[in-house]
């Protein structure tokens, strides 16, 4: 039976089989030393071509770095070896050798290699340990986010990315050549997860793609992204949102301390605690701005990314954690199935983390009066929003929700400097592959 | 404090508030009985415009169907009501109107309306709880087959769904226009999920969109549907993906029967037992061929829809359950990438389950000098295939991995008619809304 390299401790003075790929190769005379690694960590093998097997030296000297290889040892400890124990070898199998040629170095710190060559290379930047502990680490944010909203009732939909027309006017839409017809990707499943709130399922979430065409070249945007998306019916307003929403980060943040302490630490990364969650400050649009003018030394006419940045400073500093909920956004900002809540803003919020919005959300009209009215204050064509309308039309009641970017999460959590370390395989306009 | 109506017989005598839409209304002199649904259930609402409140009498002498409303009143026991309960009303509030020309019932059998109608009005007819149960069920599947995953140590990765070439030769795909280029639509994460496996995740899991450019009108097609992807290293062959599918259904047929009885129940659907799945035969593709050749009396040169539902017909009556895997088929029936077993076949197998393809999978070439023949044999280029090839040029471990259509295992499930019933919103050649 084979045994993960960070259990090899377990099985002192054992003959075991372990498997992985070759992470370092270090010669001390007759002694080689071969870091291996797995999926659950590393461990030293030795290889002593002085007294050991003449077959095991040979396939070892030939080794490259990240062949992966078959191995049966004995496991003994050493104060010197990753973890207190290394195994020596016995037998050495090469299972899958690789060529000496590797575009970038697997077993070295990312960070001194580009980040346009790490994507290049995605399919091998991916085996460094640092890297791809960024997407355990995603992989957690989606476990402990569908648990969250399965333990409060709600629902998951898939809904689908072919739509017929943009739910927010057509811009910023790719075209999708459909048979005889043209169709776009989804920018979100808005419409969806309301219908689906109105169909009876009060509350649901969606974990889906979404796309931008934008031609956005920032640290921040990506043409394609994981959203996280939540829709609830019976709230009074963003508030009830923003208090929904603290409760998922709590589940998310003390899920991540408790199963990715390694990644956390690896990325000298620190989550906020419950404590933390709960101060944070909600201001108003035109709060926030002032705040932001009064920092800035100037007068400020919308939050743009500096703005982002200067607030959740100053949350971090009067409120002792980086974020900030930014509520009442104008209308003329917000899409035309905003609930309004006067003549001028909105019953909408975003959430900043750590100087980057991560979340958009509000309440949602939910009168067939008002929402007729809405598009066409907004310029929008009815005929072109009459599958939608139909949700209100026959009775729906009062519902809001959000979206949570994912990379952008993941992003702000690690401290990445580009959401795009965050993607697997990121698409931007110039990037469409691997 | 708002009581879901599922629950209201919890509070016998108590004054109590509930909402949901207005699901029936019927008149028996002075006294209306509505039946009153929520995400929870029904219950029925008494209004007495004899003794009780005018403005309520008033207000329900002008409820349509599928109005929304908030509600208080007393709960009384009442053998006739449904559930045992019923709430007998002083206050009642229409917090959204609907319009009385709905363009399907709600409230009756959806056998009577033609699957048309209820996807043209998808918005509407998923009101009607028979419907919407089948997404209820269906994200029970989601929730177990990611709980299965990750109890046996599988990691959850997105991958893009826009990608530069197809996976199996170009056919098939939707294309995008992506800025001032085309890319398309993936046919299915294949080569993202094995790059993930080598990655040095090992065993990876996906649940994601898939596309399929294909002129298909028949019940079992979709041209947008969810795929539950997985991929594992250190497999042998495909008889290990089979253990571990068997496994996967287990836990997911096992939570269906403890979460979503009901559901089960209302479609008259029942799922196999574990005794069942630890019975399901595993034919060669050979095998396969002569016992449908013999059970139809002809011979037989493909398994076609007819077949697989003769298969599963022979499975269910000689071994007690209604699935069959077949192994082992040809390489020209297969992907380039499938692992060959000898000259003809290859290490690959489908799962078929009550007459119906629900996976396809096997192992994988990992061996980098296979790969480049294998290329080479079906034609393929190999620039073309640039950053998959960089997968097993530097060391792979063997693996494999198999992909569940959602909506064909929701299907057959449930003995849903045709595939689109269980999909939210199904795209087929036609219908792109809404």
Known sequence: MRIMLARISEHAAEQIEVRGWVHRIRELGKISFILLRDASGMAQLVVDSGSGSETVARTASRLTLE??????????????????????VSELELIAGAEADLPLAVNQDPDKVSLDTILEHRMISLRNPKILSVFRLQSSILEFFAGHMRSEGFTEIKTSKLIGTGTEGGTGLFAVEYFDTRVFLAQSPQFYKQAMVSAGLERVFEIGCAYRAEKHETPRHLNEYVSLDVETAWIDSEQDLMDLEVRI????????????AEVLQQWRATV?????????????HDQAKETIGTLAGRKVYEINPEGERIL???????????????????????????????????????????????????????EY??????????????????????????????????????????QKILGLANVKEASLFPRDRRRIRP
């Open 369 to 410: 009066p008002m929402l007729l009215e809405n598009i066409e204050l907004f310029g929008l064509q009815p005929a072109s929003l009459a599958d939608y309308i139909e949700i209100f039309k026959y009775g729906c009641p009062p519902h809001g929700g959000f979206a949570i970017g994912l990379e952008r999460l993941t």
């Open 272 to 284: 906020p605690s419950n404590e933390q969650l709960d101060r944070i400050p909600r201001v108003s």
């Open 67 to 88: 062949s992966v290889v078959s191995v049966r040892g004995l496991v003994a400890g050493n104060d010197k070896a990753p973890g207190g124990f290394e195994l020596r």
């Open 312 to 366: 959740c400073d100053w949350a971090l500093k009067e409120h002792g954690v980086e974020a900030v909920f930014v509520f009442g956004w104008p209308r003329k900002k917000r899409p035309f199935y905003t609930y309004p809540l006067d003549a001028r803003s909105t019953m909408s919020f975003d959430l900043l983390f750590r100087g980057l919005e991560i979340t958009t959300g509000g309440r949602r009209i939910n």
């Open 249 to 260: 980060l709590k589940t998310i943040f003390e899920g991540l301390q408790r199963n990715n």
